[in-house]
């Protein structure tokens, strides 16, 4: 069978020639690519990249930045170092006193913001059109151990509003609330703390007190005196944590240095865990203390490290399900008084 030279002609072009696949069908995976100047293609710069660059801008700190965003420091740093690649020119300056912005920084800052603030407003958007409702809850480690469960079970009861959980330390809290990044917070504060342009509703009461376990030549004594405290390596929370500020702030108080931390953690189950492998003392909320942990609280002579959980919000900011929330809240701080 012969075949005209047009076919054939026809034939050999199309398979030489790429295949053309339509747009819609490109695979999702892989970020769309520019072409500038002639150069290799550019991808786009991922959200997750502009959103950690710029947050440690603002906050002028690459650990801050991961505060913030409740990262690891490692993990902002190589999201900013990808897009410095991507730039092909550093973004920020890094010093013992944190990162500033380069002049290739500054540029890019002013249109990733924007950006940011427009990805904002799309996602406020998009729960709008699906008749959503979320209430954003910022939370210390502590409360969130201590008083969320059962707060949140008793909102599902009078509320159908989705609950946005974001954990961390009381001062990383205190901020959100403040930038109307979270519509509620649960934070522990000072007794005498007032906080500008956020509302405060006390929760509870609470003590930190010094536990040991039980193996420990402490647990069969009633108190131990500030230099026995002072001369012991103890397991301490992370330098940010409103537990440790409060030991800190009491200690300055009465003329007495910080305390010999052994090791840091970042929550009241890693001090516990920790307490045990090492056989040493740890600083807890009095309420975190639980039968089963097998842990002594002891008297410091002449020392209370007092301070009192609150709900914080923005003045004139709370809609009627966060409001719930807030209810649900105050009924669990009742059940562990």
């Known amino acids: 069978m012969s075949m005209a030279p047009a076919a054939v002609a026809a034939s050999a072009a199309s398979a030489s020639a790429p295949a053309v696949v339509p747009a819609g069908m490109l695979p999702a995976a892989h970020p769309p690519l520019s072409v500038v100047g002639g150069q290799r ?4 710069p991922h959200l997750e990249e502009l959103r950690a660059f710029c947050t440690a801008a603002d906050l002028g700190s690459l650990g801050r930045a991961a505060l913030r965003l409740h990262l690891t420091q490692p993990a902002i740093s190589r999201r900013v170092r990808s897009l410095e690649e991507l730039v092909g020119a550093p973004l920020l300056t890094r010093s013992a006193r944190g990162v500033a912005l380069t002049p290739a920084g500054q540029r890019l800052y002013s249109h990733a913001s924007r950006l940011l603030a427009d990805a904002e407003d799309l996602t406020a958007a998009l ?18 151990e201590l008083l969320m469960a059962p707060a949140l079970v008793g909102m599902r009861r009078i509320s159908a509003a989705a609950v946005e959980v974001l954990i961390a330390n009381s001062s990383v809290v205190k901020e959100m609330a403040l930038a109307a990044q979270a519509d509620l917070a649960v934070a522990a504060c000072m007794r005498e703390e007032a906080l500008p342009g956020l509302a405060m509703r006390q929760l509870v009461e609470d003590e930190i007190v010094i536990a040991v376990p039980l193996s420990h030549p402490w647990a069969r004594r009633r108190q131990v005196s500030p230099a026995e405290l002072i001369a012991s390596p103890i397991v301490l929370r992370d330098p940010g944590a409103h537990t440790r500020a409060v030991l800190e702030r009491t200690l300055a108080e009465h003329g007495l240095p910080a305390l010999n931390a052994a090791c840091e953690v970042g929550s009241t189950a890693a001090a516990k865990q920790e307490a045990h492998e090492m056989r040493l003392p740890t600083a807890l909320s009095r309420m975190a203390i639980l039968p089963a942990d097998r842990l002594e609280a002891v008297q410091v002579a002449g020392l209370r490290f007092t301070r009192r959980f609150c709900i914080v919000y923005r003045q004139g900011s709370l809609t009627t399900d966060a409001r719930h929330l807030a209810d649900a809240f105050a009924a669990s701080a009742r059940s562990v008084t």
């Open 127 to 144: 729960s709008v059109i699906r008749g959503s409702v979320t209430v954003r809850l910022a939370i210390s480690h502590t409360a969130a």
């Open 41 to 44: 293609p550019l991808r786009c």
